[in-house]
């Protein structure tokens, strides 16, 4: 995470130096990435770059973790807009990604797609990691229509959006990588369903008001 000093510069030079740094991580793998190029179009001496950040990789991850924050800005949209439906949303934010990538000019979700594709070799897991479970139910909790949703405890909330960004950011990344490809869309979609469905066997009287329904 970047110092107090970072924190406390005016937005408009932390911006020239976060916007310095994705342009270096589009154009080459982390391992690759200069600091020294980043500096330089930052306008800034090596030892300021070093009061604000441990390393490049702490700038890295902090770079990353804004476009992560952005894309669960952008799922507490699309909640709204669907009102409260959780699984809809997460299908919603996949394309609404998915067409970002396909205009020409994607902002912020472009810039960490193309970070993404530069560094084919970073873990999906590696997003995952930037999730905190406590501040997403914080935030996206009062957004989900619990009415929609077979809640018995008090946490399961919280627990089940967990589990559900566990499962849909892979996916997102994967969609990233692959530049869209509809089986990894449709993977999305079949396993969302299986959540919304449940994964335990039914019980007798399920099955039997199942087949009722249906007429089987």
């Known amino acids: 995470m970047p110092s107090s000093t970072f924190l406390n510069l005016p937005a408009e030079k932390q911006e020239k130096l976060l916007e310095a740094a994705t342009r270096e991580f589009t154009r080459r793998p982390f391992n690759e990435a200069s600091i020294n190029q980043i500096i330089k179009e930052a306008g800034i001496p090596r030892g300021s770059f070093y009061m604000y950040f441990t390393d490049k990789e702490d700038l890295f991850r902090y770079l990353l973790k804004g476009y992560v924050d952005q894309l669960f800005m952008l799922l507490e949209e699309c909640l709204l807009r669907s009102r409260g439906d959780l ?14 990538c396909r205009e020409q000019h994607m902002g912020e979700i472009g810039a960490m797609t193309e970070i993404i594709r530069c560094n084919s070799g970073m873990q999906k897991n590696g997003l995952l990691e930037m999730l905190d479970s406590e501040a997403l139910f914080q935030r996206l909790g009062g957004a989900v229509n619990p009415d929609l949703l077979d809640l018995r405890r008090e946490r399961d909330l919280g627990d089940v959006l967990s589990a559900l960004l566990v499962v849909v950011a892979p996916m997102i990344y994967s969609g990233l990588q692959n530049g869209g490809d509809p089986a990894t869309r449709e993977q999305l979609e079949n396993m969302l369903d299986i959540f919304k469905r449940g994964m335990g066997a039914k019980s007798a009287a399920e099955t039997v008001d199942k087949e009722t329904v249906y007429g089987n």
């Open 87 to 100: 699984f809809r949303a997460l299908m919603d934010l996949y394309d609404y990604v998915q067409e970002k």
